[in-house]
């Protein structure tokens, strides 16, 4: 005797009834999973644990001769750093300045006349306060987490009279 074609049907139409009861009990249970990290991962993004300017370094470089010992940029855009000098020869700062996009136009606090520029021996250092400046102003007032410029002194040798240029990177989130 021949099988009939609903004994054939049925066996197919169960098998798929199974895989199709698996996949949604798959979803079912995972989907609850996913959702969870799903919420976690969102909660995390906004409270900003995935904000560079959490994880930014801070840190002052200077050209040979120079080395930042301390430097804080307050919120009022004020950097504040302690410079140590180790050239071979005595120098006179004429003028300093930061700026985010290193121009040196507008952004240097100059020390005129020379009776008030400072002095610095071999390996002497000092504290300036110099106001920042953005590509679009001073840093004051702007919503900047992490301010990324450069700093610029110049300065004269104290023997020659010759000037001179060092040029640093600072990297500081404002306090």
């Known amino acids: 005797m021949k099988p009939s074609a609903d004994t054939l049907i049925n066996p197919i139409l169960l098998f798929s009834n199974m895989r199709l009861q698996s996949a949604m009990e798959f979803l079912i249970t995972y989907g609850w999973a996913f959702t969870i990290i799903a919420i976690v991962l969102l909660a995390l993004f906004v409270s900003g644990y995935f904000s560079p300017s959490n994880y930014a370094g801070q840190e002052c470089t200077l050209t040979s001769g120079f080395s930042c010992l301390s430097f804080f940029l307050y919120s009022n855009g004020i950097l504040s750093v302690n410079l140590q000098q180790s050239l071979s020869v005595p120098i006179n700062v004429t003028m300093i300045g930061c700026n985010q996009n290193g121009s040196i136009a507008r952004m240097q606090k100059p020390f ?16 300036f306060s110099v106001a920042c400046y953005t590509g679009t102003g001073p840093l004051a007032g702007n919503t900047v987490s992490v301010f990324n410029g450069a700093l610029i002194i110049n300065y004269t040798n104290d023997e020659t009279q010759l000037p001179g240029t060092a040029i640093g990177r600072v990297v500081a989130k404002p306090i």
Do not use: D, K, L
């Open 112 to 127: 005129n006349p020379p009776s008030n520029q400072i002095f610095m021996s071999i390996g002497g250092n000092y504290t």
